[in-house]
């Protein structure tokens, strides 16, 4: 058995290990479906949620990356009517 991780191998896991402490890990901060971390602080008076994955998620659907990437409110409840 080739038991030697090639180098991709390694840098993925060191980019997922992220601070999760769980399993599955939460999605990283710059993937599609990084809301769905999960929830590690919850400040509803203040507006804000803080996941594991380091996004601040804001109730108005907004978000802050861990990188400093701001992400404008998108409100995926309700109907869209965009027409783009
Ligand atoms: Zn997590």
Same mark, same amino acid.
């Given at each position: 058995m080739n038991s030697t991780p090639d180098r991709s191998t390694i840098t993925s896991q060191r980019k997922n /290990?992220?601070? $999760? *402490?769980? *399993?599955?890990? $939460?999605?990283? %901060?710059?993937? %599609?479906? /990084?809301?769905a971390a999960l929830p590690v602080a919850y400040h509803p008076e203040q507006g804000w949620s803080l996941l594991c994955n380091g996004v601040l998620l804001f109730e108005d659907t907004g978000e802050l990356l861990p990188n400093g990437t701001i992400i404008a409110p998108h409100r995926p409840v309700g109907p869209v009517v965009r027409a783009a």
């Open positions: /290990r992220s601070m $999760c *402490q769980h *399993q599955p890990s $939460c999605p990283t %901060a710059d993937s %599609a479906d /990084r809301e």
